[in-house]
């Protein structure tokens, strides 16, 4: 079980990201138009997994909008922002701020994802919602890159995880 931090307090996880190498698992989210959403819609294309607590908070809201920037015109990927936002609220964000080419996605219906990439907080204030993390996936859903955020209040490594892309 993988570990991170809120504040410098350890927060347990439900498991482990998906190894490199490994094919990702797949997930049911759900996105904006309240649609259930797969890896197969998404076939074909890298993808880059940006996994949030919550879009209503500013590093949240600050990693989107930098991958909404640099996938800009990469037709060959896909950037999916996952959090327990509901879609309702994710499209709240994504409309004010301008966000065009990250794409939504929600567990509202389902843990599920987040207990199959490790990314579930068990403990502390942030229970039932997911870690910062960042996963990359080849066009054939290998994963190439992870990132467990070993804080949660810190961004992500944005150059590593677009040089992956």
Do not use: H, W
């Not at 759900?30 to 649609?35: E, F, Q, S, T």
């Not at 996938?71 to 060959?76: F, H």
């Not at 890159?145 to 677009?162: N, S």
């Amino acid at each position: 079980m993988a570990q991170t931090a809120l504040q410098g307090n350890p927060v347990n996880l439900s498991g482990d990201l998906p190894a490199i190498g490994s094919t990702a698992p797949d997930f049911k989210l759900v996105d904006k138009d309240l649609a259930d959403k797969t890896l197969a819609d998404f076939a074909g294309k890298k993808k880059l997994l940006n996994i949030v607590p919550s879009l209503d908070t500013p590093v949240c809201a600050t990693s989107t909008k930098k991958f909404n920037a640099a996938i800009a015109g990469k037709a060959d990927a896909v950037a999916l922002v996952i959090s327990a936002d509901l879609p309702f609220a994710m499209g709240r964000f994504c409309g004010a701020e301008g966000i065009e080419n990250v794409i939504g996605l929600s567990m509202m219906r389902s843990r599920n994802f987040a207990k199959d990439y490790g990314v579930l907080i068990e403990d502390g204030p942030l229970a039932g919602i997911t870690a910062r993390a960042v996963v990359v996936l080849d066009a054939d859903n290998q994963v190439v890159y992870t990132q467990l955020v070993p804080e949660i209040t810190d961004e992500p490594d944005y150059e590593a995880a677009l040089a992956a892309l």
